[in-house]
Every structure is written in C-alpha cells, then in structure tokens.
C-alpha cells in the first residue's frame, strides 16, 4: 500500500510560489493515480489536482488552473505539485493520496500529516 508524506509547505507572500513534494513509500507507486487536496480552517476538503500513474492524463480544479501543476517521477516514488502566483485563498492544509482514478477522485490511503500552505497578502 502507497503511504504518502508531504513536505515543502510555508508561508509566502501573495503572488509567490512554492513547490510541494509527496514521497510515497510502497513498491506499488507507479500503480496508481495520485491528487491534491487541500483543507482551510473550518472548511471541508476539497480537490487541487490530480495526475494518472502515467504523467500523461492531469486534471484541476477550477480554482488552480493556470497556476497550479501538478507532476510526478515514478523513479522516486514522488508527486509534486508546483504552485505559482499563490493568493491568500490558496491558504491551508494540502494533502495527497493515493485515488481510485484522475476522475473518480477517491481517497484510498489513510490521510498524512499533510504540509501548511499559508499566503499572505
């Protein structure tokens, strides 16, 4: 089973960037689909990004498009998601998961400690 690890969260002034890194352990990396998420205090989670074991198959949600990418390097069992003119509303948790497909979106590994996104204006 894929168990995901986030890191390279911080804070950043609006219109900055930052770039954050999912090292999954398990043999089966390349097996599967991974997303985005992301949590704002008192808000539900909700998706960022997602990307096909391949690379090749990417989907966002309306709300990153254009400034978000997400990527991935089977080779280092990571999924990165590169985030460029952040706002103030990109502010919160972000979390990534093993999903059931790039469409279907379904969590399938327990939620990490994820990695605090914070962008001042």
């Known amino acids: 089973q894929v168990q995901p690890v986030e890191s390279g969260g911080g804070l950043v002034q609006a219109g900055g960037s930052l770039r954050l890194s999912c090292a999954a352990s398990g043999r089966t990396f390349s097996n599967y689909a991974m997303g985005w998420f992301r949590q704002a205090p008192g808000k539900e989670r909700e998706f960022v990004a997602a990307i096909g074991w391949s690379g090749i198959r990417r989907y966002y949600a309306d709300s990153v498009k254009g400034r978000f990418t997400i990527s991935r390097d089977n080779a280092q069992n990571t999924v990165y998601l590169q985030m460029n003119s952040l706002k103030p509303e990109d502010t919160a948790g972000y979390y990534c998961?093993?999903?059931?497909?790039?469409?279907?979106?379904?969590?399938?590994?327990?939620w990490g400690q994820g990695t605090q996104v914070t962008v001042s204006s």
């Open positions: 998961t093993a999903i059931t497909g790039v469409q279907s979106r379904t969590p399938i590994t327990p």
